[in-house]
T-cell receptor, first 111, second 112 residues
Framework: KQEVTQIPAALSVPEGENLVLNCSFT??????LQWFRQDPGKGLTSLLL?????REQTSGRLNASLDKSSGRSTLYIAASQPGDSATYLC??????????FGAGTTVTVRA | ETGVTQSPTHLIKTRGQQVTLRCSSQ?????VSWYQQALGQGPQFIFQ???????GRGNFPPRFSGLQFPNYSSELNVNALELDDSALYLC???????????FGPGTRLTVT
């Protein structure tokens, strides 16, 4: 059974600081890993998708890395802004087609 | 291009009742997955439909059932509602099961 863990559970930083969000998973047999953003009470917005054969993906200020052998992914957000305040979820697509989520990291960026 | 839509946005039901939630997938997507997200937790996989057939299921009892229609829209039905069924129900669509998932805004279900 795939277990996904996100540390820390919550993070508060001043505006302009870089954010580092961690995700670990127990079974390295994955198809892909996806990072999402969720605003309170809302649905999920896809940020980045990394295929199992890739090491990283970049989109604007966001960069996500994947180390499948060690079961880790890291999401970097450069030069954080108050609008980046949200919960960030990591999800792993395993060989049984199921998407397994972590509990998320809640980020607060202070102006 | 229309994104994933869900209806209703909110609803309140009484324990023991039945509920149907609806999802319209993004144009061109043939796979729909349903998730349950309790407060403060990550979404939990309920099941997935691919071309009108269920092809994956999480650890949810049979009173959670679904359908996918020829236009790839989908329904989630929950019978004999329990208080613990109170959650945000999310629908996601994709082009085949292993591609990028696109989520709808969710339906907030409250069971009293």
């Amino acid at each position: 059974k795939q277990e996904v863990t996100q540390i820390p559970a919550a993070l508060s930083v001043p505006e302009g600081e870089n954010l580092v969000l961690n995700c670990s998973f127990t079974d390295s047999a994955i198809y892909n890993l996806q990072w999402f953003r969720q605003d309170p009470g809302k649905g999920l917005t896809s940020l980045l998708l990394i295929q199992s054969s890739q090491r990283e993906q970049t989109s604007g200020r966001l960069n996500a890395s994947l180390d499948k052998s060690s079961g880790r992914s890291t999401l970097y957000i450069a030069a954080s802004q108050p609008g980046d305040s949200a919960t960030y979820l990591c999800a792993v697509r395993s060989n049984d087609y199921k998407l397994s989520f972590g509990a998320g990291t809640t980020v607060t960026v202070r102006a | 291009e229309t994104g994933v839509t869900q209806s209703p946005t909110h609803l309140i039901k009484t324990r023991g009742q039945q509920v149907t939630l609806r999802c319209s997938s993004q144009s061109g997507h043939n796979t729909v997955s349903w998730y349950q997200q309790a407060l403060g937790q990550g979404p939990q996989f309920i099941f997935q439909y691919y071309r009108e057939e269920e092809n994956g299921r999480g650890n949810f009892p049979p009173r959670f059932s679904g359908l996918q229609f020829p236009n790839y829209s989908s329904e989630l039905n929950v019978n004999a509602l329990e208080l613990d069924d109170s959650a945000l129900y999310l629908c996601a669509s994709s082009i085949d099961g292993n591609y990028e998932q696109y989520f709808g805004p969710g339906t907030r279900l409250t069971v009293t």
